[in-house]
């Protein structure tokens, strides 16, 4: 029985209001941060005193010229460089025209850091392009907290129908009570403690974490060579990586740590509502072999929920987690965020939750075109 | 039915629901592990609002006010002792009467009169006008010096007179080997510049010279440069020297010591007998004095990097924890019970909208918004600058709230609409009544127990978020368990040794999580068969 997907009207319906009201989503979230970085008035404070030093910096750098230029003409030159910023940043236009005209930059990441903080984060000297810092950025959180959610969720979904089936066994009860225990601690004081204990006082792993920027970036350099072909970049790549397991291992591990518990639960919780089914327990009385039940009858229907909190988790997983990312200074999406609020640096602010948002809104898309392909209801 | 009839069925029923909710909780084993720890935070933040002085949350932002200047900085709670490690307990010895006292001149002085040295005893030292001395036993029991001999001054009310007196201040220990060591020695200063927030420290380096001639020729040491003497001087006045290639240690003596405490006061033009009077008419002179052995350890749980006293802010963090856990719970619960009642109820594009905006909420990112929002209502540049703490924590709990009813508001919406095609409710309706009346007559009754589960699961959620805001430096000044663990987490290299400071807030902050979502779980699951069979 091939699956034959009749795409028709109404489905391609359904999807592209879904499309429409997902983009609609996205624009609000954009629009709200807008209001609140530029619309309080906050912008224009960091703006006005960006200018400043810059103009400060720039009237000492005058008058230590050899020989000083006359009063006048620095006056002049200070007070024009002063206008070619106010209008650089917009700052001479209304608030209500700079919050629509940082939205529509913001929707097409044509923005640009402001704060060198921001830059320092990244690892890059400014000018930085808020889109380039978060390519930069972002291989760093995927490296940390996607590959960690893509572990937990790979032993949430082999482990949870496993215990589906030993309800009420005592390695149920250990892993609820593992997902109850993990539930209740924050994930950042779980990496408090972990680097206090690992990094401090064994000294089994780094007790600071910015030092990843450095083998990230010559990982990406090595991988780049090696994809033009030359082999040679083979061995400094096998030595990055193992730097940068040194690195990431015990961030990994606690992240992986935090989120296992929860996701099990959820994947249990998916399948045990499954394997009570009737038609379950009837496909099994009629003596067909274990295997075929849990792949026609069990498999089949957790797929759905499971893909979904699986796609989400990616999608969030995306952003960083701030806190977490702070706790252990390690430069990814949510440290970025974290430095850029830090020093109201609003292009950057509005490039990462722009871009986040963005991702986890195409993950819900995603998740509703898996919908229409694996629940035949939708299509009728 | 009137308004008032209906408001007090509906209290009525709330009351029976909770009673039975109550009981039923009861009978399950998590249900009552969860009772009891609900309890125990009950009774600990009520305790703490009772104990606790008015201003903690003043003097915990400031490191440099009293008491905390009086206590060890990064010490270790007391008990460990009880574990086999040897520490000096922190002590606090009031000095409330002199030992003796002694009206002296200079006529006296000249004359080398017995009495004086008999009185004061010590080291012939010469102290002018009415000298008290006091004496304090202390038995030291650790091999251990302690980290700082502190003498705290309280003086009264400023006067014409008391500004006029001046205090000559001498202090002394004799140790069990029978020496005695003059500490420290202030040369007479006006009285009214010694307060509180400025004690006397024995450690303090300026006394180096004081001690060093007197130890120096007690002890004989050679080959040591003085300020290591100096850098050393408490460990000096409890121990013995030893030289050890040219580095110096000491053994700490045990047993029996004296502190003497000398305080000569003096009015220019006035003689010591009415100096005397007017101290103990109680006009001039000092409201309080202490004197502060500063150990190793410290109460119930150590001290932080800047002496504040952990046990108190722990202590504040309880209520205030509950505080900011119901309030965001309690508002959220609301806003997504009536919007997802009307939702239900109403139906049609007034559900249509609802559900629309709930997908908006639900996709918003939370934190990062309360981040920024937090960031921007506390930095004094800020045009929305939002001067007050508790006003940044009132808005903050706020925005948790109301970020956070969407789910609420669909589940609701599904019962409201269940409930809104049973029978009786159709019968109602054909009987006239009104909307309102099936509103909190049928759905609303119904949907509370759930309602108060869900409030229950949510009381930790606020809690943990405002935490994690304060990790990464958002703050209202008061002091909470996310506060004390970000200052720890400030300090970085400096706290990974110290467990006490980083151990307690995050224990608690998972065990009034754990029991919040153990409550919440036992009355969910109680609610949710009496829910499937409507």
Same mark, same amino acid.
């Given at each position: 029985?091939?699956?034959?997907?009749?795409?028709?009207?109404?489905?391609?319906?359904?999807?592209?209001?879904?499309?429409?009201?997902?983009?609609?989503?996205?624009?609000?979230?954009?629009?709200?941060?807008?209001?609140?970085?530029?619309?309080?008035?906050?912008?224009?404070?960091?703006?006005?005193?960006?200018?400043?030093?810059?103009?400060?910096?720039?009237?000492?750098?005058?008058?230590?010229?050899?020989?000083?230029?006359?009063?006048?003409?620095?006056?002049?030159?200070?007070?024009?460089?002063?206008?070619?910023?106010?209008?650089?940043?917009?700052?001479?236009?209304?608030?209500?025209?700079?919050?629509?005209?940082?939205?529509?930059?913001?929707?097409?990441?044509?923005?640009?850091?402001?704060?060198?903080?921001?830059?320092?984060?990244?690892?890059?000297?400014?000018?930085?392009?808020?889109?380039?810092?978060?390519?930069?950025?972002?291989?760093?959180?995927?490296?940390?907290?996607?590959?960690?959610?893509?572990?937990?969720?790979?032993?949430?979904?082999?482990?949870?129908?496993?215990?589906?089936?030993?309800?009420?066994?005592?390695?149920?009860?250990?892993?609820?009570?593992?997902?109850?225990?993990?539930?209740?601690?924050?994930?950042?004081?779980?990496?408090?403690?972990?680097?206090?204990?690992?990094?401090?006082?064994?000294?089994?792993?780094?007790?600071?974490?910015?030092?990843?920027?450095?083998?990230?970036?010559?990982?990406?350099?090595?991988?780049?060579?090696?994809?033009?072909?030359?082999?040679?970049?083979?061995?400094?790549?096998?030595?990055?990586?193992?730097?940068?397991?040194?690195?990431?291992?015990?961030?990994?591990?606690?992240?992986?740590?935090?989120?296992?518990?929860?996701?099990?639960?959820?994947?249990?919780?998916?399948?045990?509502?499954?394997?009570?089914?009737?038609?379950?327990?009837?496909?099994?009385?009629?003596?067909?072999?274990?295997?075929?039940?849990?792949?026609?009858?069990?498999?089949?229907?957790?797929?759905?929920?499971?893909?979904?909190?699986?796609?989400?988790?990616?999608?969030?997983?995306?952003?960083?987690?701030?806190?977490?990312?702070?706790?252990?200074?390690?430069?990814?999406?949510?440290?970025?965020?974290?430095?850029?609020?830090?020093?109201?640096?609003?292009?950057?602010?509005?490039?990462?939750?722009?871009?986040?948002?963005?991702?986890?809104?195409?993950?819900?898309?995603?998740?509703?075109?898996?919908?229409?392909?694996?629940?035949?209801?939708?299509?009728? | 039915?009137?308004?008032?009839?209906?408001?007090?069925?509906?209290?009525?029923?709330?009351?029976?629901?909770?009673?039975?909710?109550?009981?039923?909780?009861?009978?399950?084993?998590?249900?009552?592990?969860?009772?009891?720890?609900?309890?125990?935070?009950?009774?600990?933040?009520?305790?703490?609002?009772?104990?606790?002085?008015?201003?903690?949350?003043?003097?915990?932002?400031?490191?440099?006010?009293?008491?905390?200047?009086?206590?060890?900085?990064?010490?270790?709670?007391?008990?460990?002792?009880?574990?086999?490690?040897?520490?000096?307990?922190?002590?606090?010895?009031?000095?409330?009467?002199?030992?003796?006292?002694?009206?002296?001149?200079?006529?006296?002085?000249?004359?080398?009169?017995?009495?004086?040295?008999?009185?004061?005893?010590?080291?012939?030292?010469?102290?002018?006008?009415?000298?008290?001395?006091?004496?304090?036993?202390?038995?030291?029991?650790?091999?251990?010096?302690?980290?700082?001999?502190?003498?705290?001054?309280?003086?009264?009310?400023?006067?014409?007179?008391? !500004?006029?007196?001046?205090?000559?201040?001498?202090?002394?220990?004799?140790?069990?080997?029978?020496?005695?060591?003059?500490?420290?020695?202030?040369?007479?200063?006006?009285?009214?510049?010694?307060?509180?927030?400025?004690?006397?420290?024995?450690?303090?380096?300026?006394?180096?010279?004081?001690?060093?001639?007197?130890?120096?020729?007690?002890?004989?040491?050679?080959?040591?440069?003085?300020?290591?003497?100096?850098?050393?001087?408490?460990?000096?006045?409890? !121990?013995?020297?030893?030289?050890?290639?040219?580095?110096?240690?000491?053994?700490?003596?045990?047993?029996?010591?004296?502190?003497?405490?000398?305080?000569?006061?003096?009015?220019?033009?006035?003689?010591?007998?009415?100096?005397?009077?007017?101290?103990?008419?109680?006009?001039?002179?000092?409201?309080?004095?202490?004197?502060?052995?500063?150990?190793?350890?410290?109460?119930?749980?150590?001290?932080?990097?800047?002496?504040?006293?952990?046990?108190?802010?722990?202590?504040? !963090?309880?209520?205030?924890?509950?505080?900011?856990?119901?309030?965001?719970?309690?508002?959220?619960?609301?806003?997504?019970?009536?919007?997802?009642?009307?939702?239900?109820?109403?139906?049609?594009?007034?559900?249509?909208?609802?559900?629309?905006?709930?997908?908006?909420?639900?996709?918003?990112?939370?934190?990062?918004?309360?981040?920024?929002?937090?960031?921007?209502?506390?930095?004094?540049?800020?045009?929305?600058?939002?001067?007050?703490?508790?006003?940044?924590?009132?808005?903050?709990?706020?925005?948790?709230?109301?970020?956070?009813?969407?789910?609420?508001?669909?589940?609701?919406?599904?019962?409201?609409?269940?409930?809104?095609?049973?029978?009786?409710?159709?019968?109602?309706?054909?009987?006239?009544?009104?909307?309102?009346?099936?509103?909190?007559?049928?759905?609303?009754?119904?949907?509370?127990?759930?309602?108060?589960?869900?409030?229950?699961?949510?009381?930790?959620?606020?809690?943990?978020?405002?935490?994690?805001?304060?990790?990464? !430096?958002?703050?209202?000044?008061?002091?909470?368990?996310?506060?004390?663990?970000?200052?720890?987490?400030?300090?970085?290299?400096?706290?990974?040794?110290?467990?006490?400071?980083?151990?307690?807030?995050?224990?608690?902050?998972?065990?009034?999580?754990?029991?919040?979502?153990?409550?919440?779980?036992?009355?969910?699951?109680?609610?949710?068969?009496?829910?499937?069979?409507?």
């Amino acid at each position: 029985m091939g699956v034959m997907l009749v795409v028709d009207r109404r489905v391609l319906r359904i999807l592209a209001l879904r499309a429409l009201t997902l983009s609609f989503t996205l624009i609000i979230v954009v629009l709200i941060t807008s209001i609140i970085l530029t619309g309080t008035g906050y912008d224009t404070v960091i703006l006005n005193s960006i200018i400043q030093t810059e103009i400060q910096a720039l009237s000492q750098e005058l008058r230590a010229r050899n020989p000083p230029p006359p009063p006048e003409e620095v006056e002049r030159v200070l007070k024009e460089r002063r206008e070619e910023l106010i209008r650089l940043y917009g700052l001479d236009k209304p608030v209500y025209y700079r919050v629509l005209d940082n939205f529509l930059r913001t929707l097409t990441l044509n923005l640009e850091a402001i704060s060198d903080d921001v830059a320092q984060v990244a690892g890059v000297r400014p000018p930085l392009p808020v889109g380039h810092a978060i390519a930069i950025v972002l291989p760093r959180t995927i490296i940390m907290i996607t590959i960690a959610y893509i572990i937990s969720s790979v032993i949430a979904i082999l482990l949870g129908p496993f215990i589906a089936y030993r309800r009420g066994s005592l390695l149920d009860k250990g892993i609820i009570t593992y997902a109850a225990f993990t539930n209740a601690l924050p994930i950042w004081w779980i990496a408090m403690i972990s680097i206090f204990v690992f990094g401090f006082y064994l000294r089994v792993a780094p007790s600071s974490y910015r030092e990843v920027i450095k083998y990230v970036s010559s990982l990406g350099d090595s991988l780049t060579i090696l994809l033009r072909g030359d082999l040679s970049a083979f061995s400094s790549i096998l030595v990055n990586l193992r730097d940068l397991i040194y690195y990431s291992y015990l961030p990994i591990t606690v992240v992986t740590f935090a989120t296992l518990g929860g996701l099990i639960y959820s994947a249990r919780a998916v399948a045990i509502r499954v394997v009570t089914e009737d038609y379950v327990v009837a496909a099994r009385a009629k003596g067909l072999p274990e295997r075929a039940v849990l792949r026609r009858y069990i498999i089949r229907v957790i797929a759905g929920p499971i893909l979904t909190f699986v796609i989400l988790g990616l999608a969030f997983s995306i952003g960083g987690f701030i806190i977490t990312e702070s706790v252990f200074d390690w430069p990814g999406m949510g440290f970025l965020f974290y430095a850029a609020i830090s020093v109201g640096d609003s292009p950057t602010v509005l490039g990462l939750v722009y871009v986040t948002t963005l991702v986890y809104v195409i993950a819900r898309f995603v998740l509703e075109v898996i919908y229409v392909i694996l629940d035949p209801r939708v299509r009728l | 039915m009137s308004k008032r009839g209906l408001r007090d069925s509906l209290v009525r029923g709330l009351i029976a629901s909770l009673h039975s909710t109550l009981t039923e909780v009861g009978r399950s084993s998590l249900g009552k592990i969860a009772l009891a720890l609900v309890l125990f935070f009950i009774v600990v933040s009520i305790y703490a609002l009772i104990a606790l002085p008015r201003d903690i949350a003043d003097r915990w932002n400031n490191i440099v006010s009293t008491p905390w200047i009086y206590y060890p900085k990064g010490a270790p709670p007391t008990w460990i002792k009880y574990f086999g490690y040897d520490e000096v307990d922190s002590m606090i010895a009031p000095l409330q009467s002199p030992e003796r006292y002694i009206v002296v001149t200079e006529a006296h002085i000249q004359s080398n009169l017995p009495e004086y040295v008999k009185a004061i005893g010590v080291k012939g030292l010469k102290p002018v006008g009415y000298v008290e001395k006091y004496i304090v036993e202390y038995e030291h029991r650790s091999s251990k010096a302690p980290n700082d001999i502190i003498l705290a001054f309280e003086p009264r009310p400023m006067s014409d007179l008391q !500004g006029k007196t001046l205090v000559n201040i001498i202090f002394l220990i004799e140790r069990p080997d029978g020496r005695v060591i003059e500490v420290l020695e202030e040369p007479p200063i006006p009285l009214t510049r010694l307060t509180p927030e400025s004690p006397l420290k024995a450690s303090d380096n300026k006394y180096c010279r004081v001690f060093l001639s007197d130890y120096e020729r007690e002890f004989n040491i050679t080959g040591v440069p003085a300020e290591d003497l100096c850098r050393l001087s408490i460990k000096a006045f409890f !121990g013995s020297p030893k030289v050890v290639e040219g580095s110096l240690h000491f053994d700490t003596l045990k047993g029996r010591y004296k502190f003497i405490l000398i305080v000569a006061y003096s009015i220019p033009g006035l003689r010591p007998d009415d100096v005397r009077a007017e101290i103990v008419r109680g006009n001039i002179g000092f409201k309080g004095m202490n004197l502060i052995v500063v150990g190793t350890v410290f109460g119930l749980l150590g001290t932080d990097l800047y002496g504040r006293d952990l046990t108190l802010g722990i202590l504040f !963090g309880f209520p205030v924890a509950i505080a900011i856990g119901f309030m965001a719970a309690v508002i959220s619960v609301l806003i997504g019970l009536v919007v997802g009642v009307i939702s239900g109820y109403y139906g049609g594009r007034v559900d249509e909208v609802i559900q629309r905006f709930i997908d908006l909420l639900n996709s918003i990112p939370i934190l990062p918004i309360l981040i920024l929002i937090g960031y921007i209502v506390q930095d004094p540049k800020s045009p929305v600058f939002v001067s007050s703490g508790w006003g940044r924590l009132l808005l903050i709990i706020t925005l948790i709230a109301i970020l956070g009813w969407g789910g609420l508001a669909i589940v609701v919406r599904s019962m409201a609409l269940s409930i809104k095609s049973e029978q009786y409710v159709e019968a109602a309706k054909a009987i006239g009544a009104s909307s309102t009346r099936i509103i909190f007559r049928h759905i609303v009754p119904q949907i509370v127990p759930y309602a108060v589960a869900v409030l229950v699961l949510s009381v930790p959620g606020a809690v943990l978020t405002e935490a994690a805001l304060n990790i990464i !430096g958002i703050r209202h000044g008061l002091p909470t368990w996310g506060l004390i663990l970000s200052d720890a987490f400030s300090a970085r290299g400096s706290a990974y040794w110290m467990w006490w400071w980083i151990l307690p807030p995050g224990i608690l902050l998972a065990l009034l999580s754990f029991t919040f979502v153990a409550l919440g779980f036992t009355l969910e699951t109680m609610v949710e068969p009496r829910l499937r069979r409507r």
